[in-house]
T-cell receptor, first 117, second 110 residues
Framework: GAGVSQTPSNKVTEKGKYVELRCDPI?????LYWYRQSLGQGPEFLIY????????DSGLPNDRFFAVRPEGSVSTLKIQRTERGDSAVYLC???????????????FGEGSRLTVL | GENVEQHPSTLSVQEGDSAVIKCTYS??????FPWYKQELGKGPQLIID?????GEKKDQRIAVTLNKTAKHFSLHITETQPEDSAVYFC?????????FGKGTHLIIQP
């Protein structure tokens, strides 16, 4: 596709459930980022992949959060035992550039809005 | 780590007037400062960026200035138009990654 694609666009779940959010980056982009955006806040860094490996996962809030990118393209953000405080928009971005911090354009998807009841 | 402060949180200007959004950062090692525009229901989109070896950069109606000594940078939009209405985020790039400000909701009054 032309841009970064994220699915689902909306996810409503109950406290304690497991959730997976998917990101399909722009073809050829080796760098992939996950951010979390709470209402009225800027994007907050979670994890950065260069190729298949997580080069920086320092933004993951705790061990309930995990992300993979097994073939260096599509990435999945996994959240176990969801809590109400996990409710936010989860943004994925990809970039041609390598290195962290990225000093080139980040192309963001439209996000997955997660609501934990 | 880096801390980026952005103000104002909301800015309302008359169509055709200029808008200025200001950000400060804490990490003197930061060397990359992008600005992103986010429309409702969309992801942020890069509108302009500046690196620490440059003091000012312009792109049509948009300009960004950087003062490394004072650790602040600003976005200037001239001749504002209705399509400029959105939330704008500044960000600073340091050794620990890119840190975003909390955003400014820019409202263009007709």
């Amino acid at each position: 596709g032309a841009g970064v694609s994220q699915t689902p666009s909306n996810k409503v779940t109950e406290k304690g459930k497991y959730v997976e959010l998917r990101c399909d980056p722009i073809s050829g982009h080796t760098a992939l980022y996950w951010y979390r955006q709470s209402l009225g806040q800027g994007p907050e860094f979670l994890i950065y992949f260069q190729g298949t490996g997580a080069a920086d996962d320092s933004g993951l809030p705790n061990d309930r959060f995990f992300a993979v990118r097994p073939e260096g393209s599509v990435s999945t953000l996994k959240i176990q035992r969801t809590e109400r405080g996990d409710s936010a928009v989860y943004l994925c971005a990809s970039s041609l550039g390598a290195g962290h911090p990225n000093t080139g354009e980040l192309f963001f998807g439209e996000g997955s809005r997660l609501t934990v009841l | 780590g880096e801390n980026v402060e952005q103000h104002p949180s909301t800015l309302s200007v008359q169509e055709g007037d200029s808008a200025v959004i200001k950000c400060t950062y804490s990490d003197s090692a930061s060397n990359y400062f992008p600005w992103y525009k986010q429309e409702l229901g969309k992801g942020p989109q890069l509108i302009i960026d500046i690196r620490s070896n440059v003091g000012e950069k312009k792109d049509q109606r948009i300009a960004v200035t950087l003062n490394k000594t004072a650790k602040h940078f600003s976005l200037h939009i001239t001749e504002t138009q209705p399509e400029d209405s959105a939330v704008y985020f500044c960000a600073g790039g340091g050794a620990d990654g890119l840190t975003f400000g909390k955003g400014t909701h820019l409202i263009i009054q007709p």
